[in-house]
């Protein structure tokens, strides 16, 4: 893991008279959850700012990177850009589970900026507010081929409408 672009050098921000450095990370991942695929390219590119703390490392930033999401409802595949804050802090005492290691004169900043980017995605995703969502029929794509609507209501629930009794069957 010596050529990881992730594994960075911060000997100079542990001395007594250190100051804050800018590190640029850009490389490509294979992250997902679920339906939401962070892509190779382009690659994964973080502007990190280096703090030097007692006992530490703090790392903050923001990170950008493009994502191939399926929509939960009509299942297309859209790329999205998108860009999140940073923010982590790596201790030598490794004590509890808020940090993240400090070894001897390097941090590895791959597991935060994965916990990080993965925690900025969405729980679902959708293609937007004109998806006309789960098909009718295996054969039709309602993105495309609105030919197969025959004018009756789209929601999933529509074919509960003839369980119900009207009140005032009884005239």
């Known amino acids: 893991m010596a050529n990881s672009p992730f594994l960075l050098n911060v000997?100079?921000?542990?001395?007594?008279?250190?100051?804050s450095r800018s590190v640029t990370v850009a490389a490509p991942v294979d992250w997902r959850v679920e339906m939401i695929e962070v892509i190779n390219d382009p690659p994964l590119e973080a502007d990190l700012v280096l703090h030097p703390v007692s006992g530490g490392v703090a790392v903050t930033g923001r990170a950008r990177f493009t994502t191939k999401d399926t929509c939960y409802r009509c299942l297309r595949e859209t790329l999205t850009d998108r860009d999140t804050s940073i923010g982590a802090l790596f201790d030598a005492s490794n004590d509890d589970d808020e940090t993240y290691p400090l070894e001897g004169y390097e941090i590895d900043v791959s597991q935060m900026l994965r916990d990080e980017v993965l925690l900025s995605l969405p729980m679902i995703e959708d293609c937007g507010d004109d998806c006309p969502g789960v098909v009718s029929s295996?054969?039709?794509?309602?993105?495309?081929?609105?030919?197969?609507?025959?004018?009756?209501?789209?929601?999933?629930?529509?074919?509960?409408?003839?369980?119900?009794e009207p009140e005032d069957r009884t005239e």
């Open 11 to 19: 000997s100079d921000l542990l001395g007594n008279e250190a100051s």
């Open 138 to 164: 295996a054969q039709t794509d309602l993105n495309t081929d609105l030919s197969g609507d025959d004018g009756e209501s789209r929601s999933p629930f529509a074919v509960l409408k003839g369980l119900l």
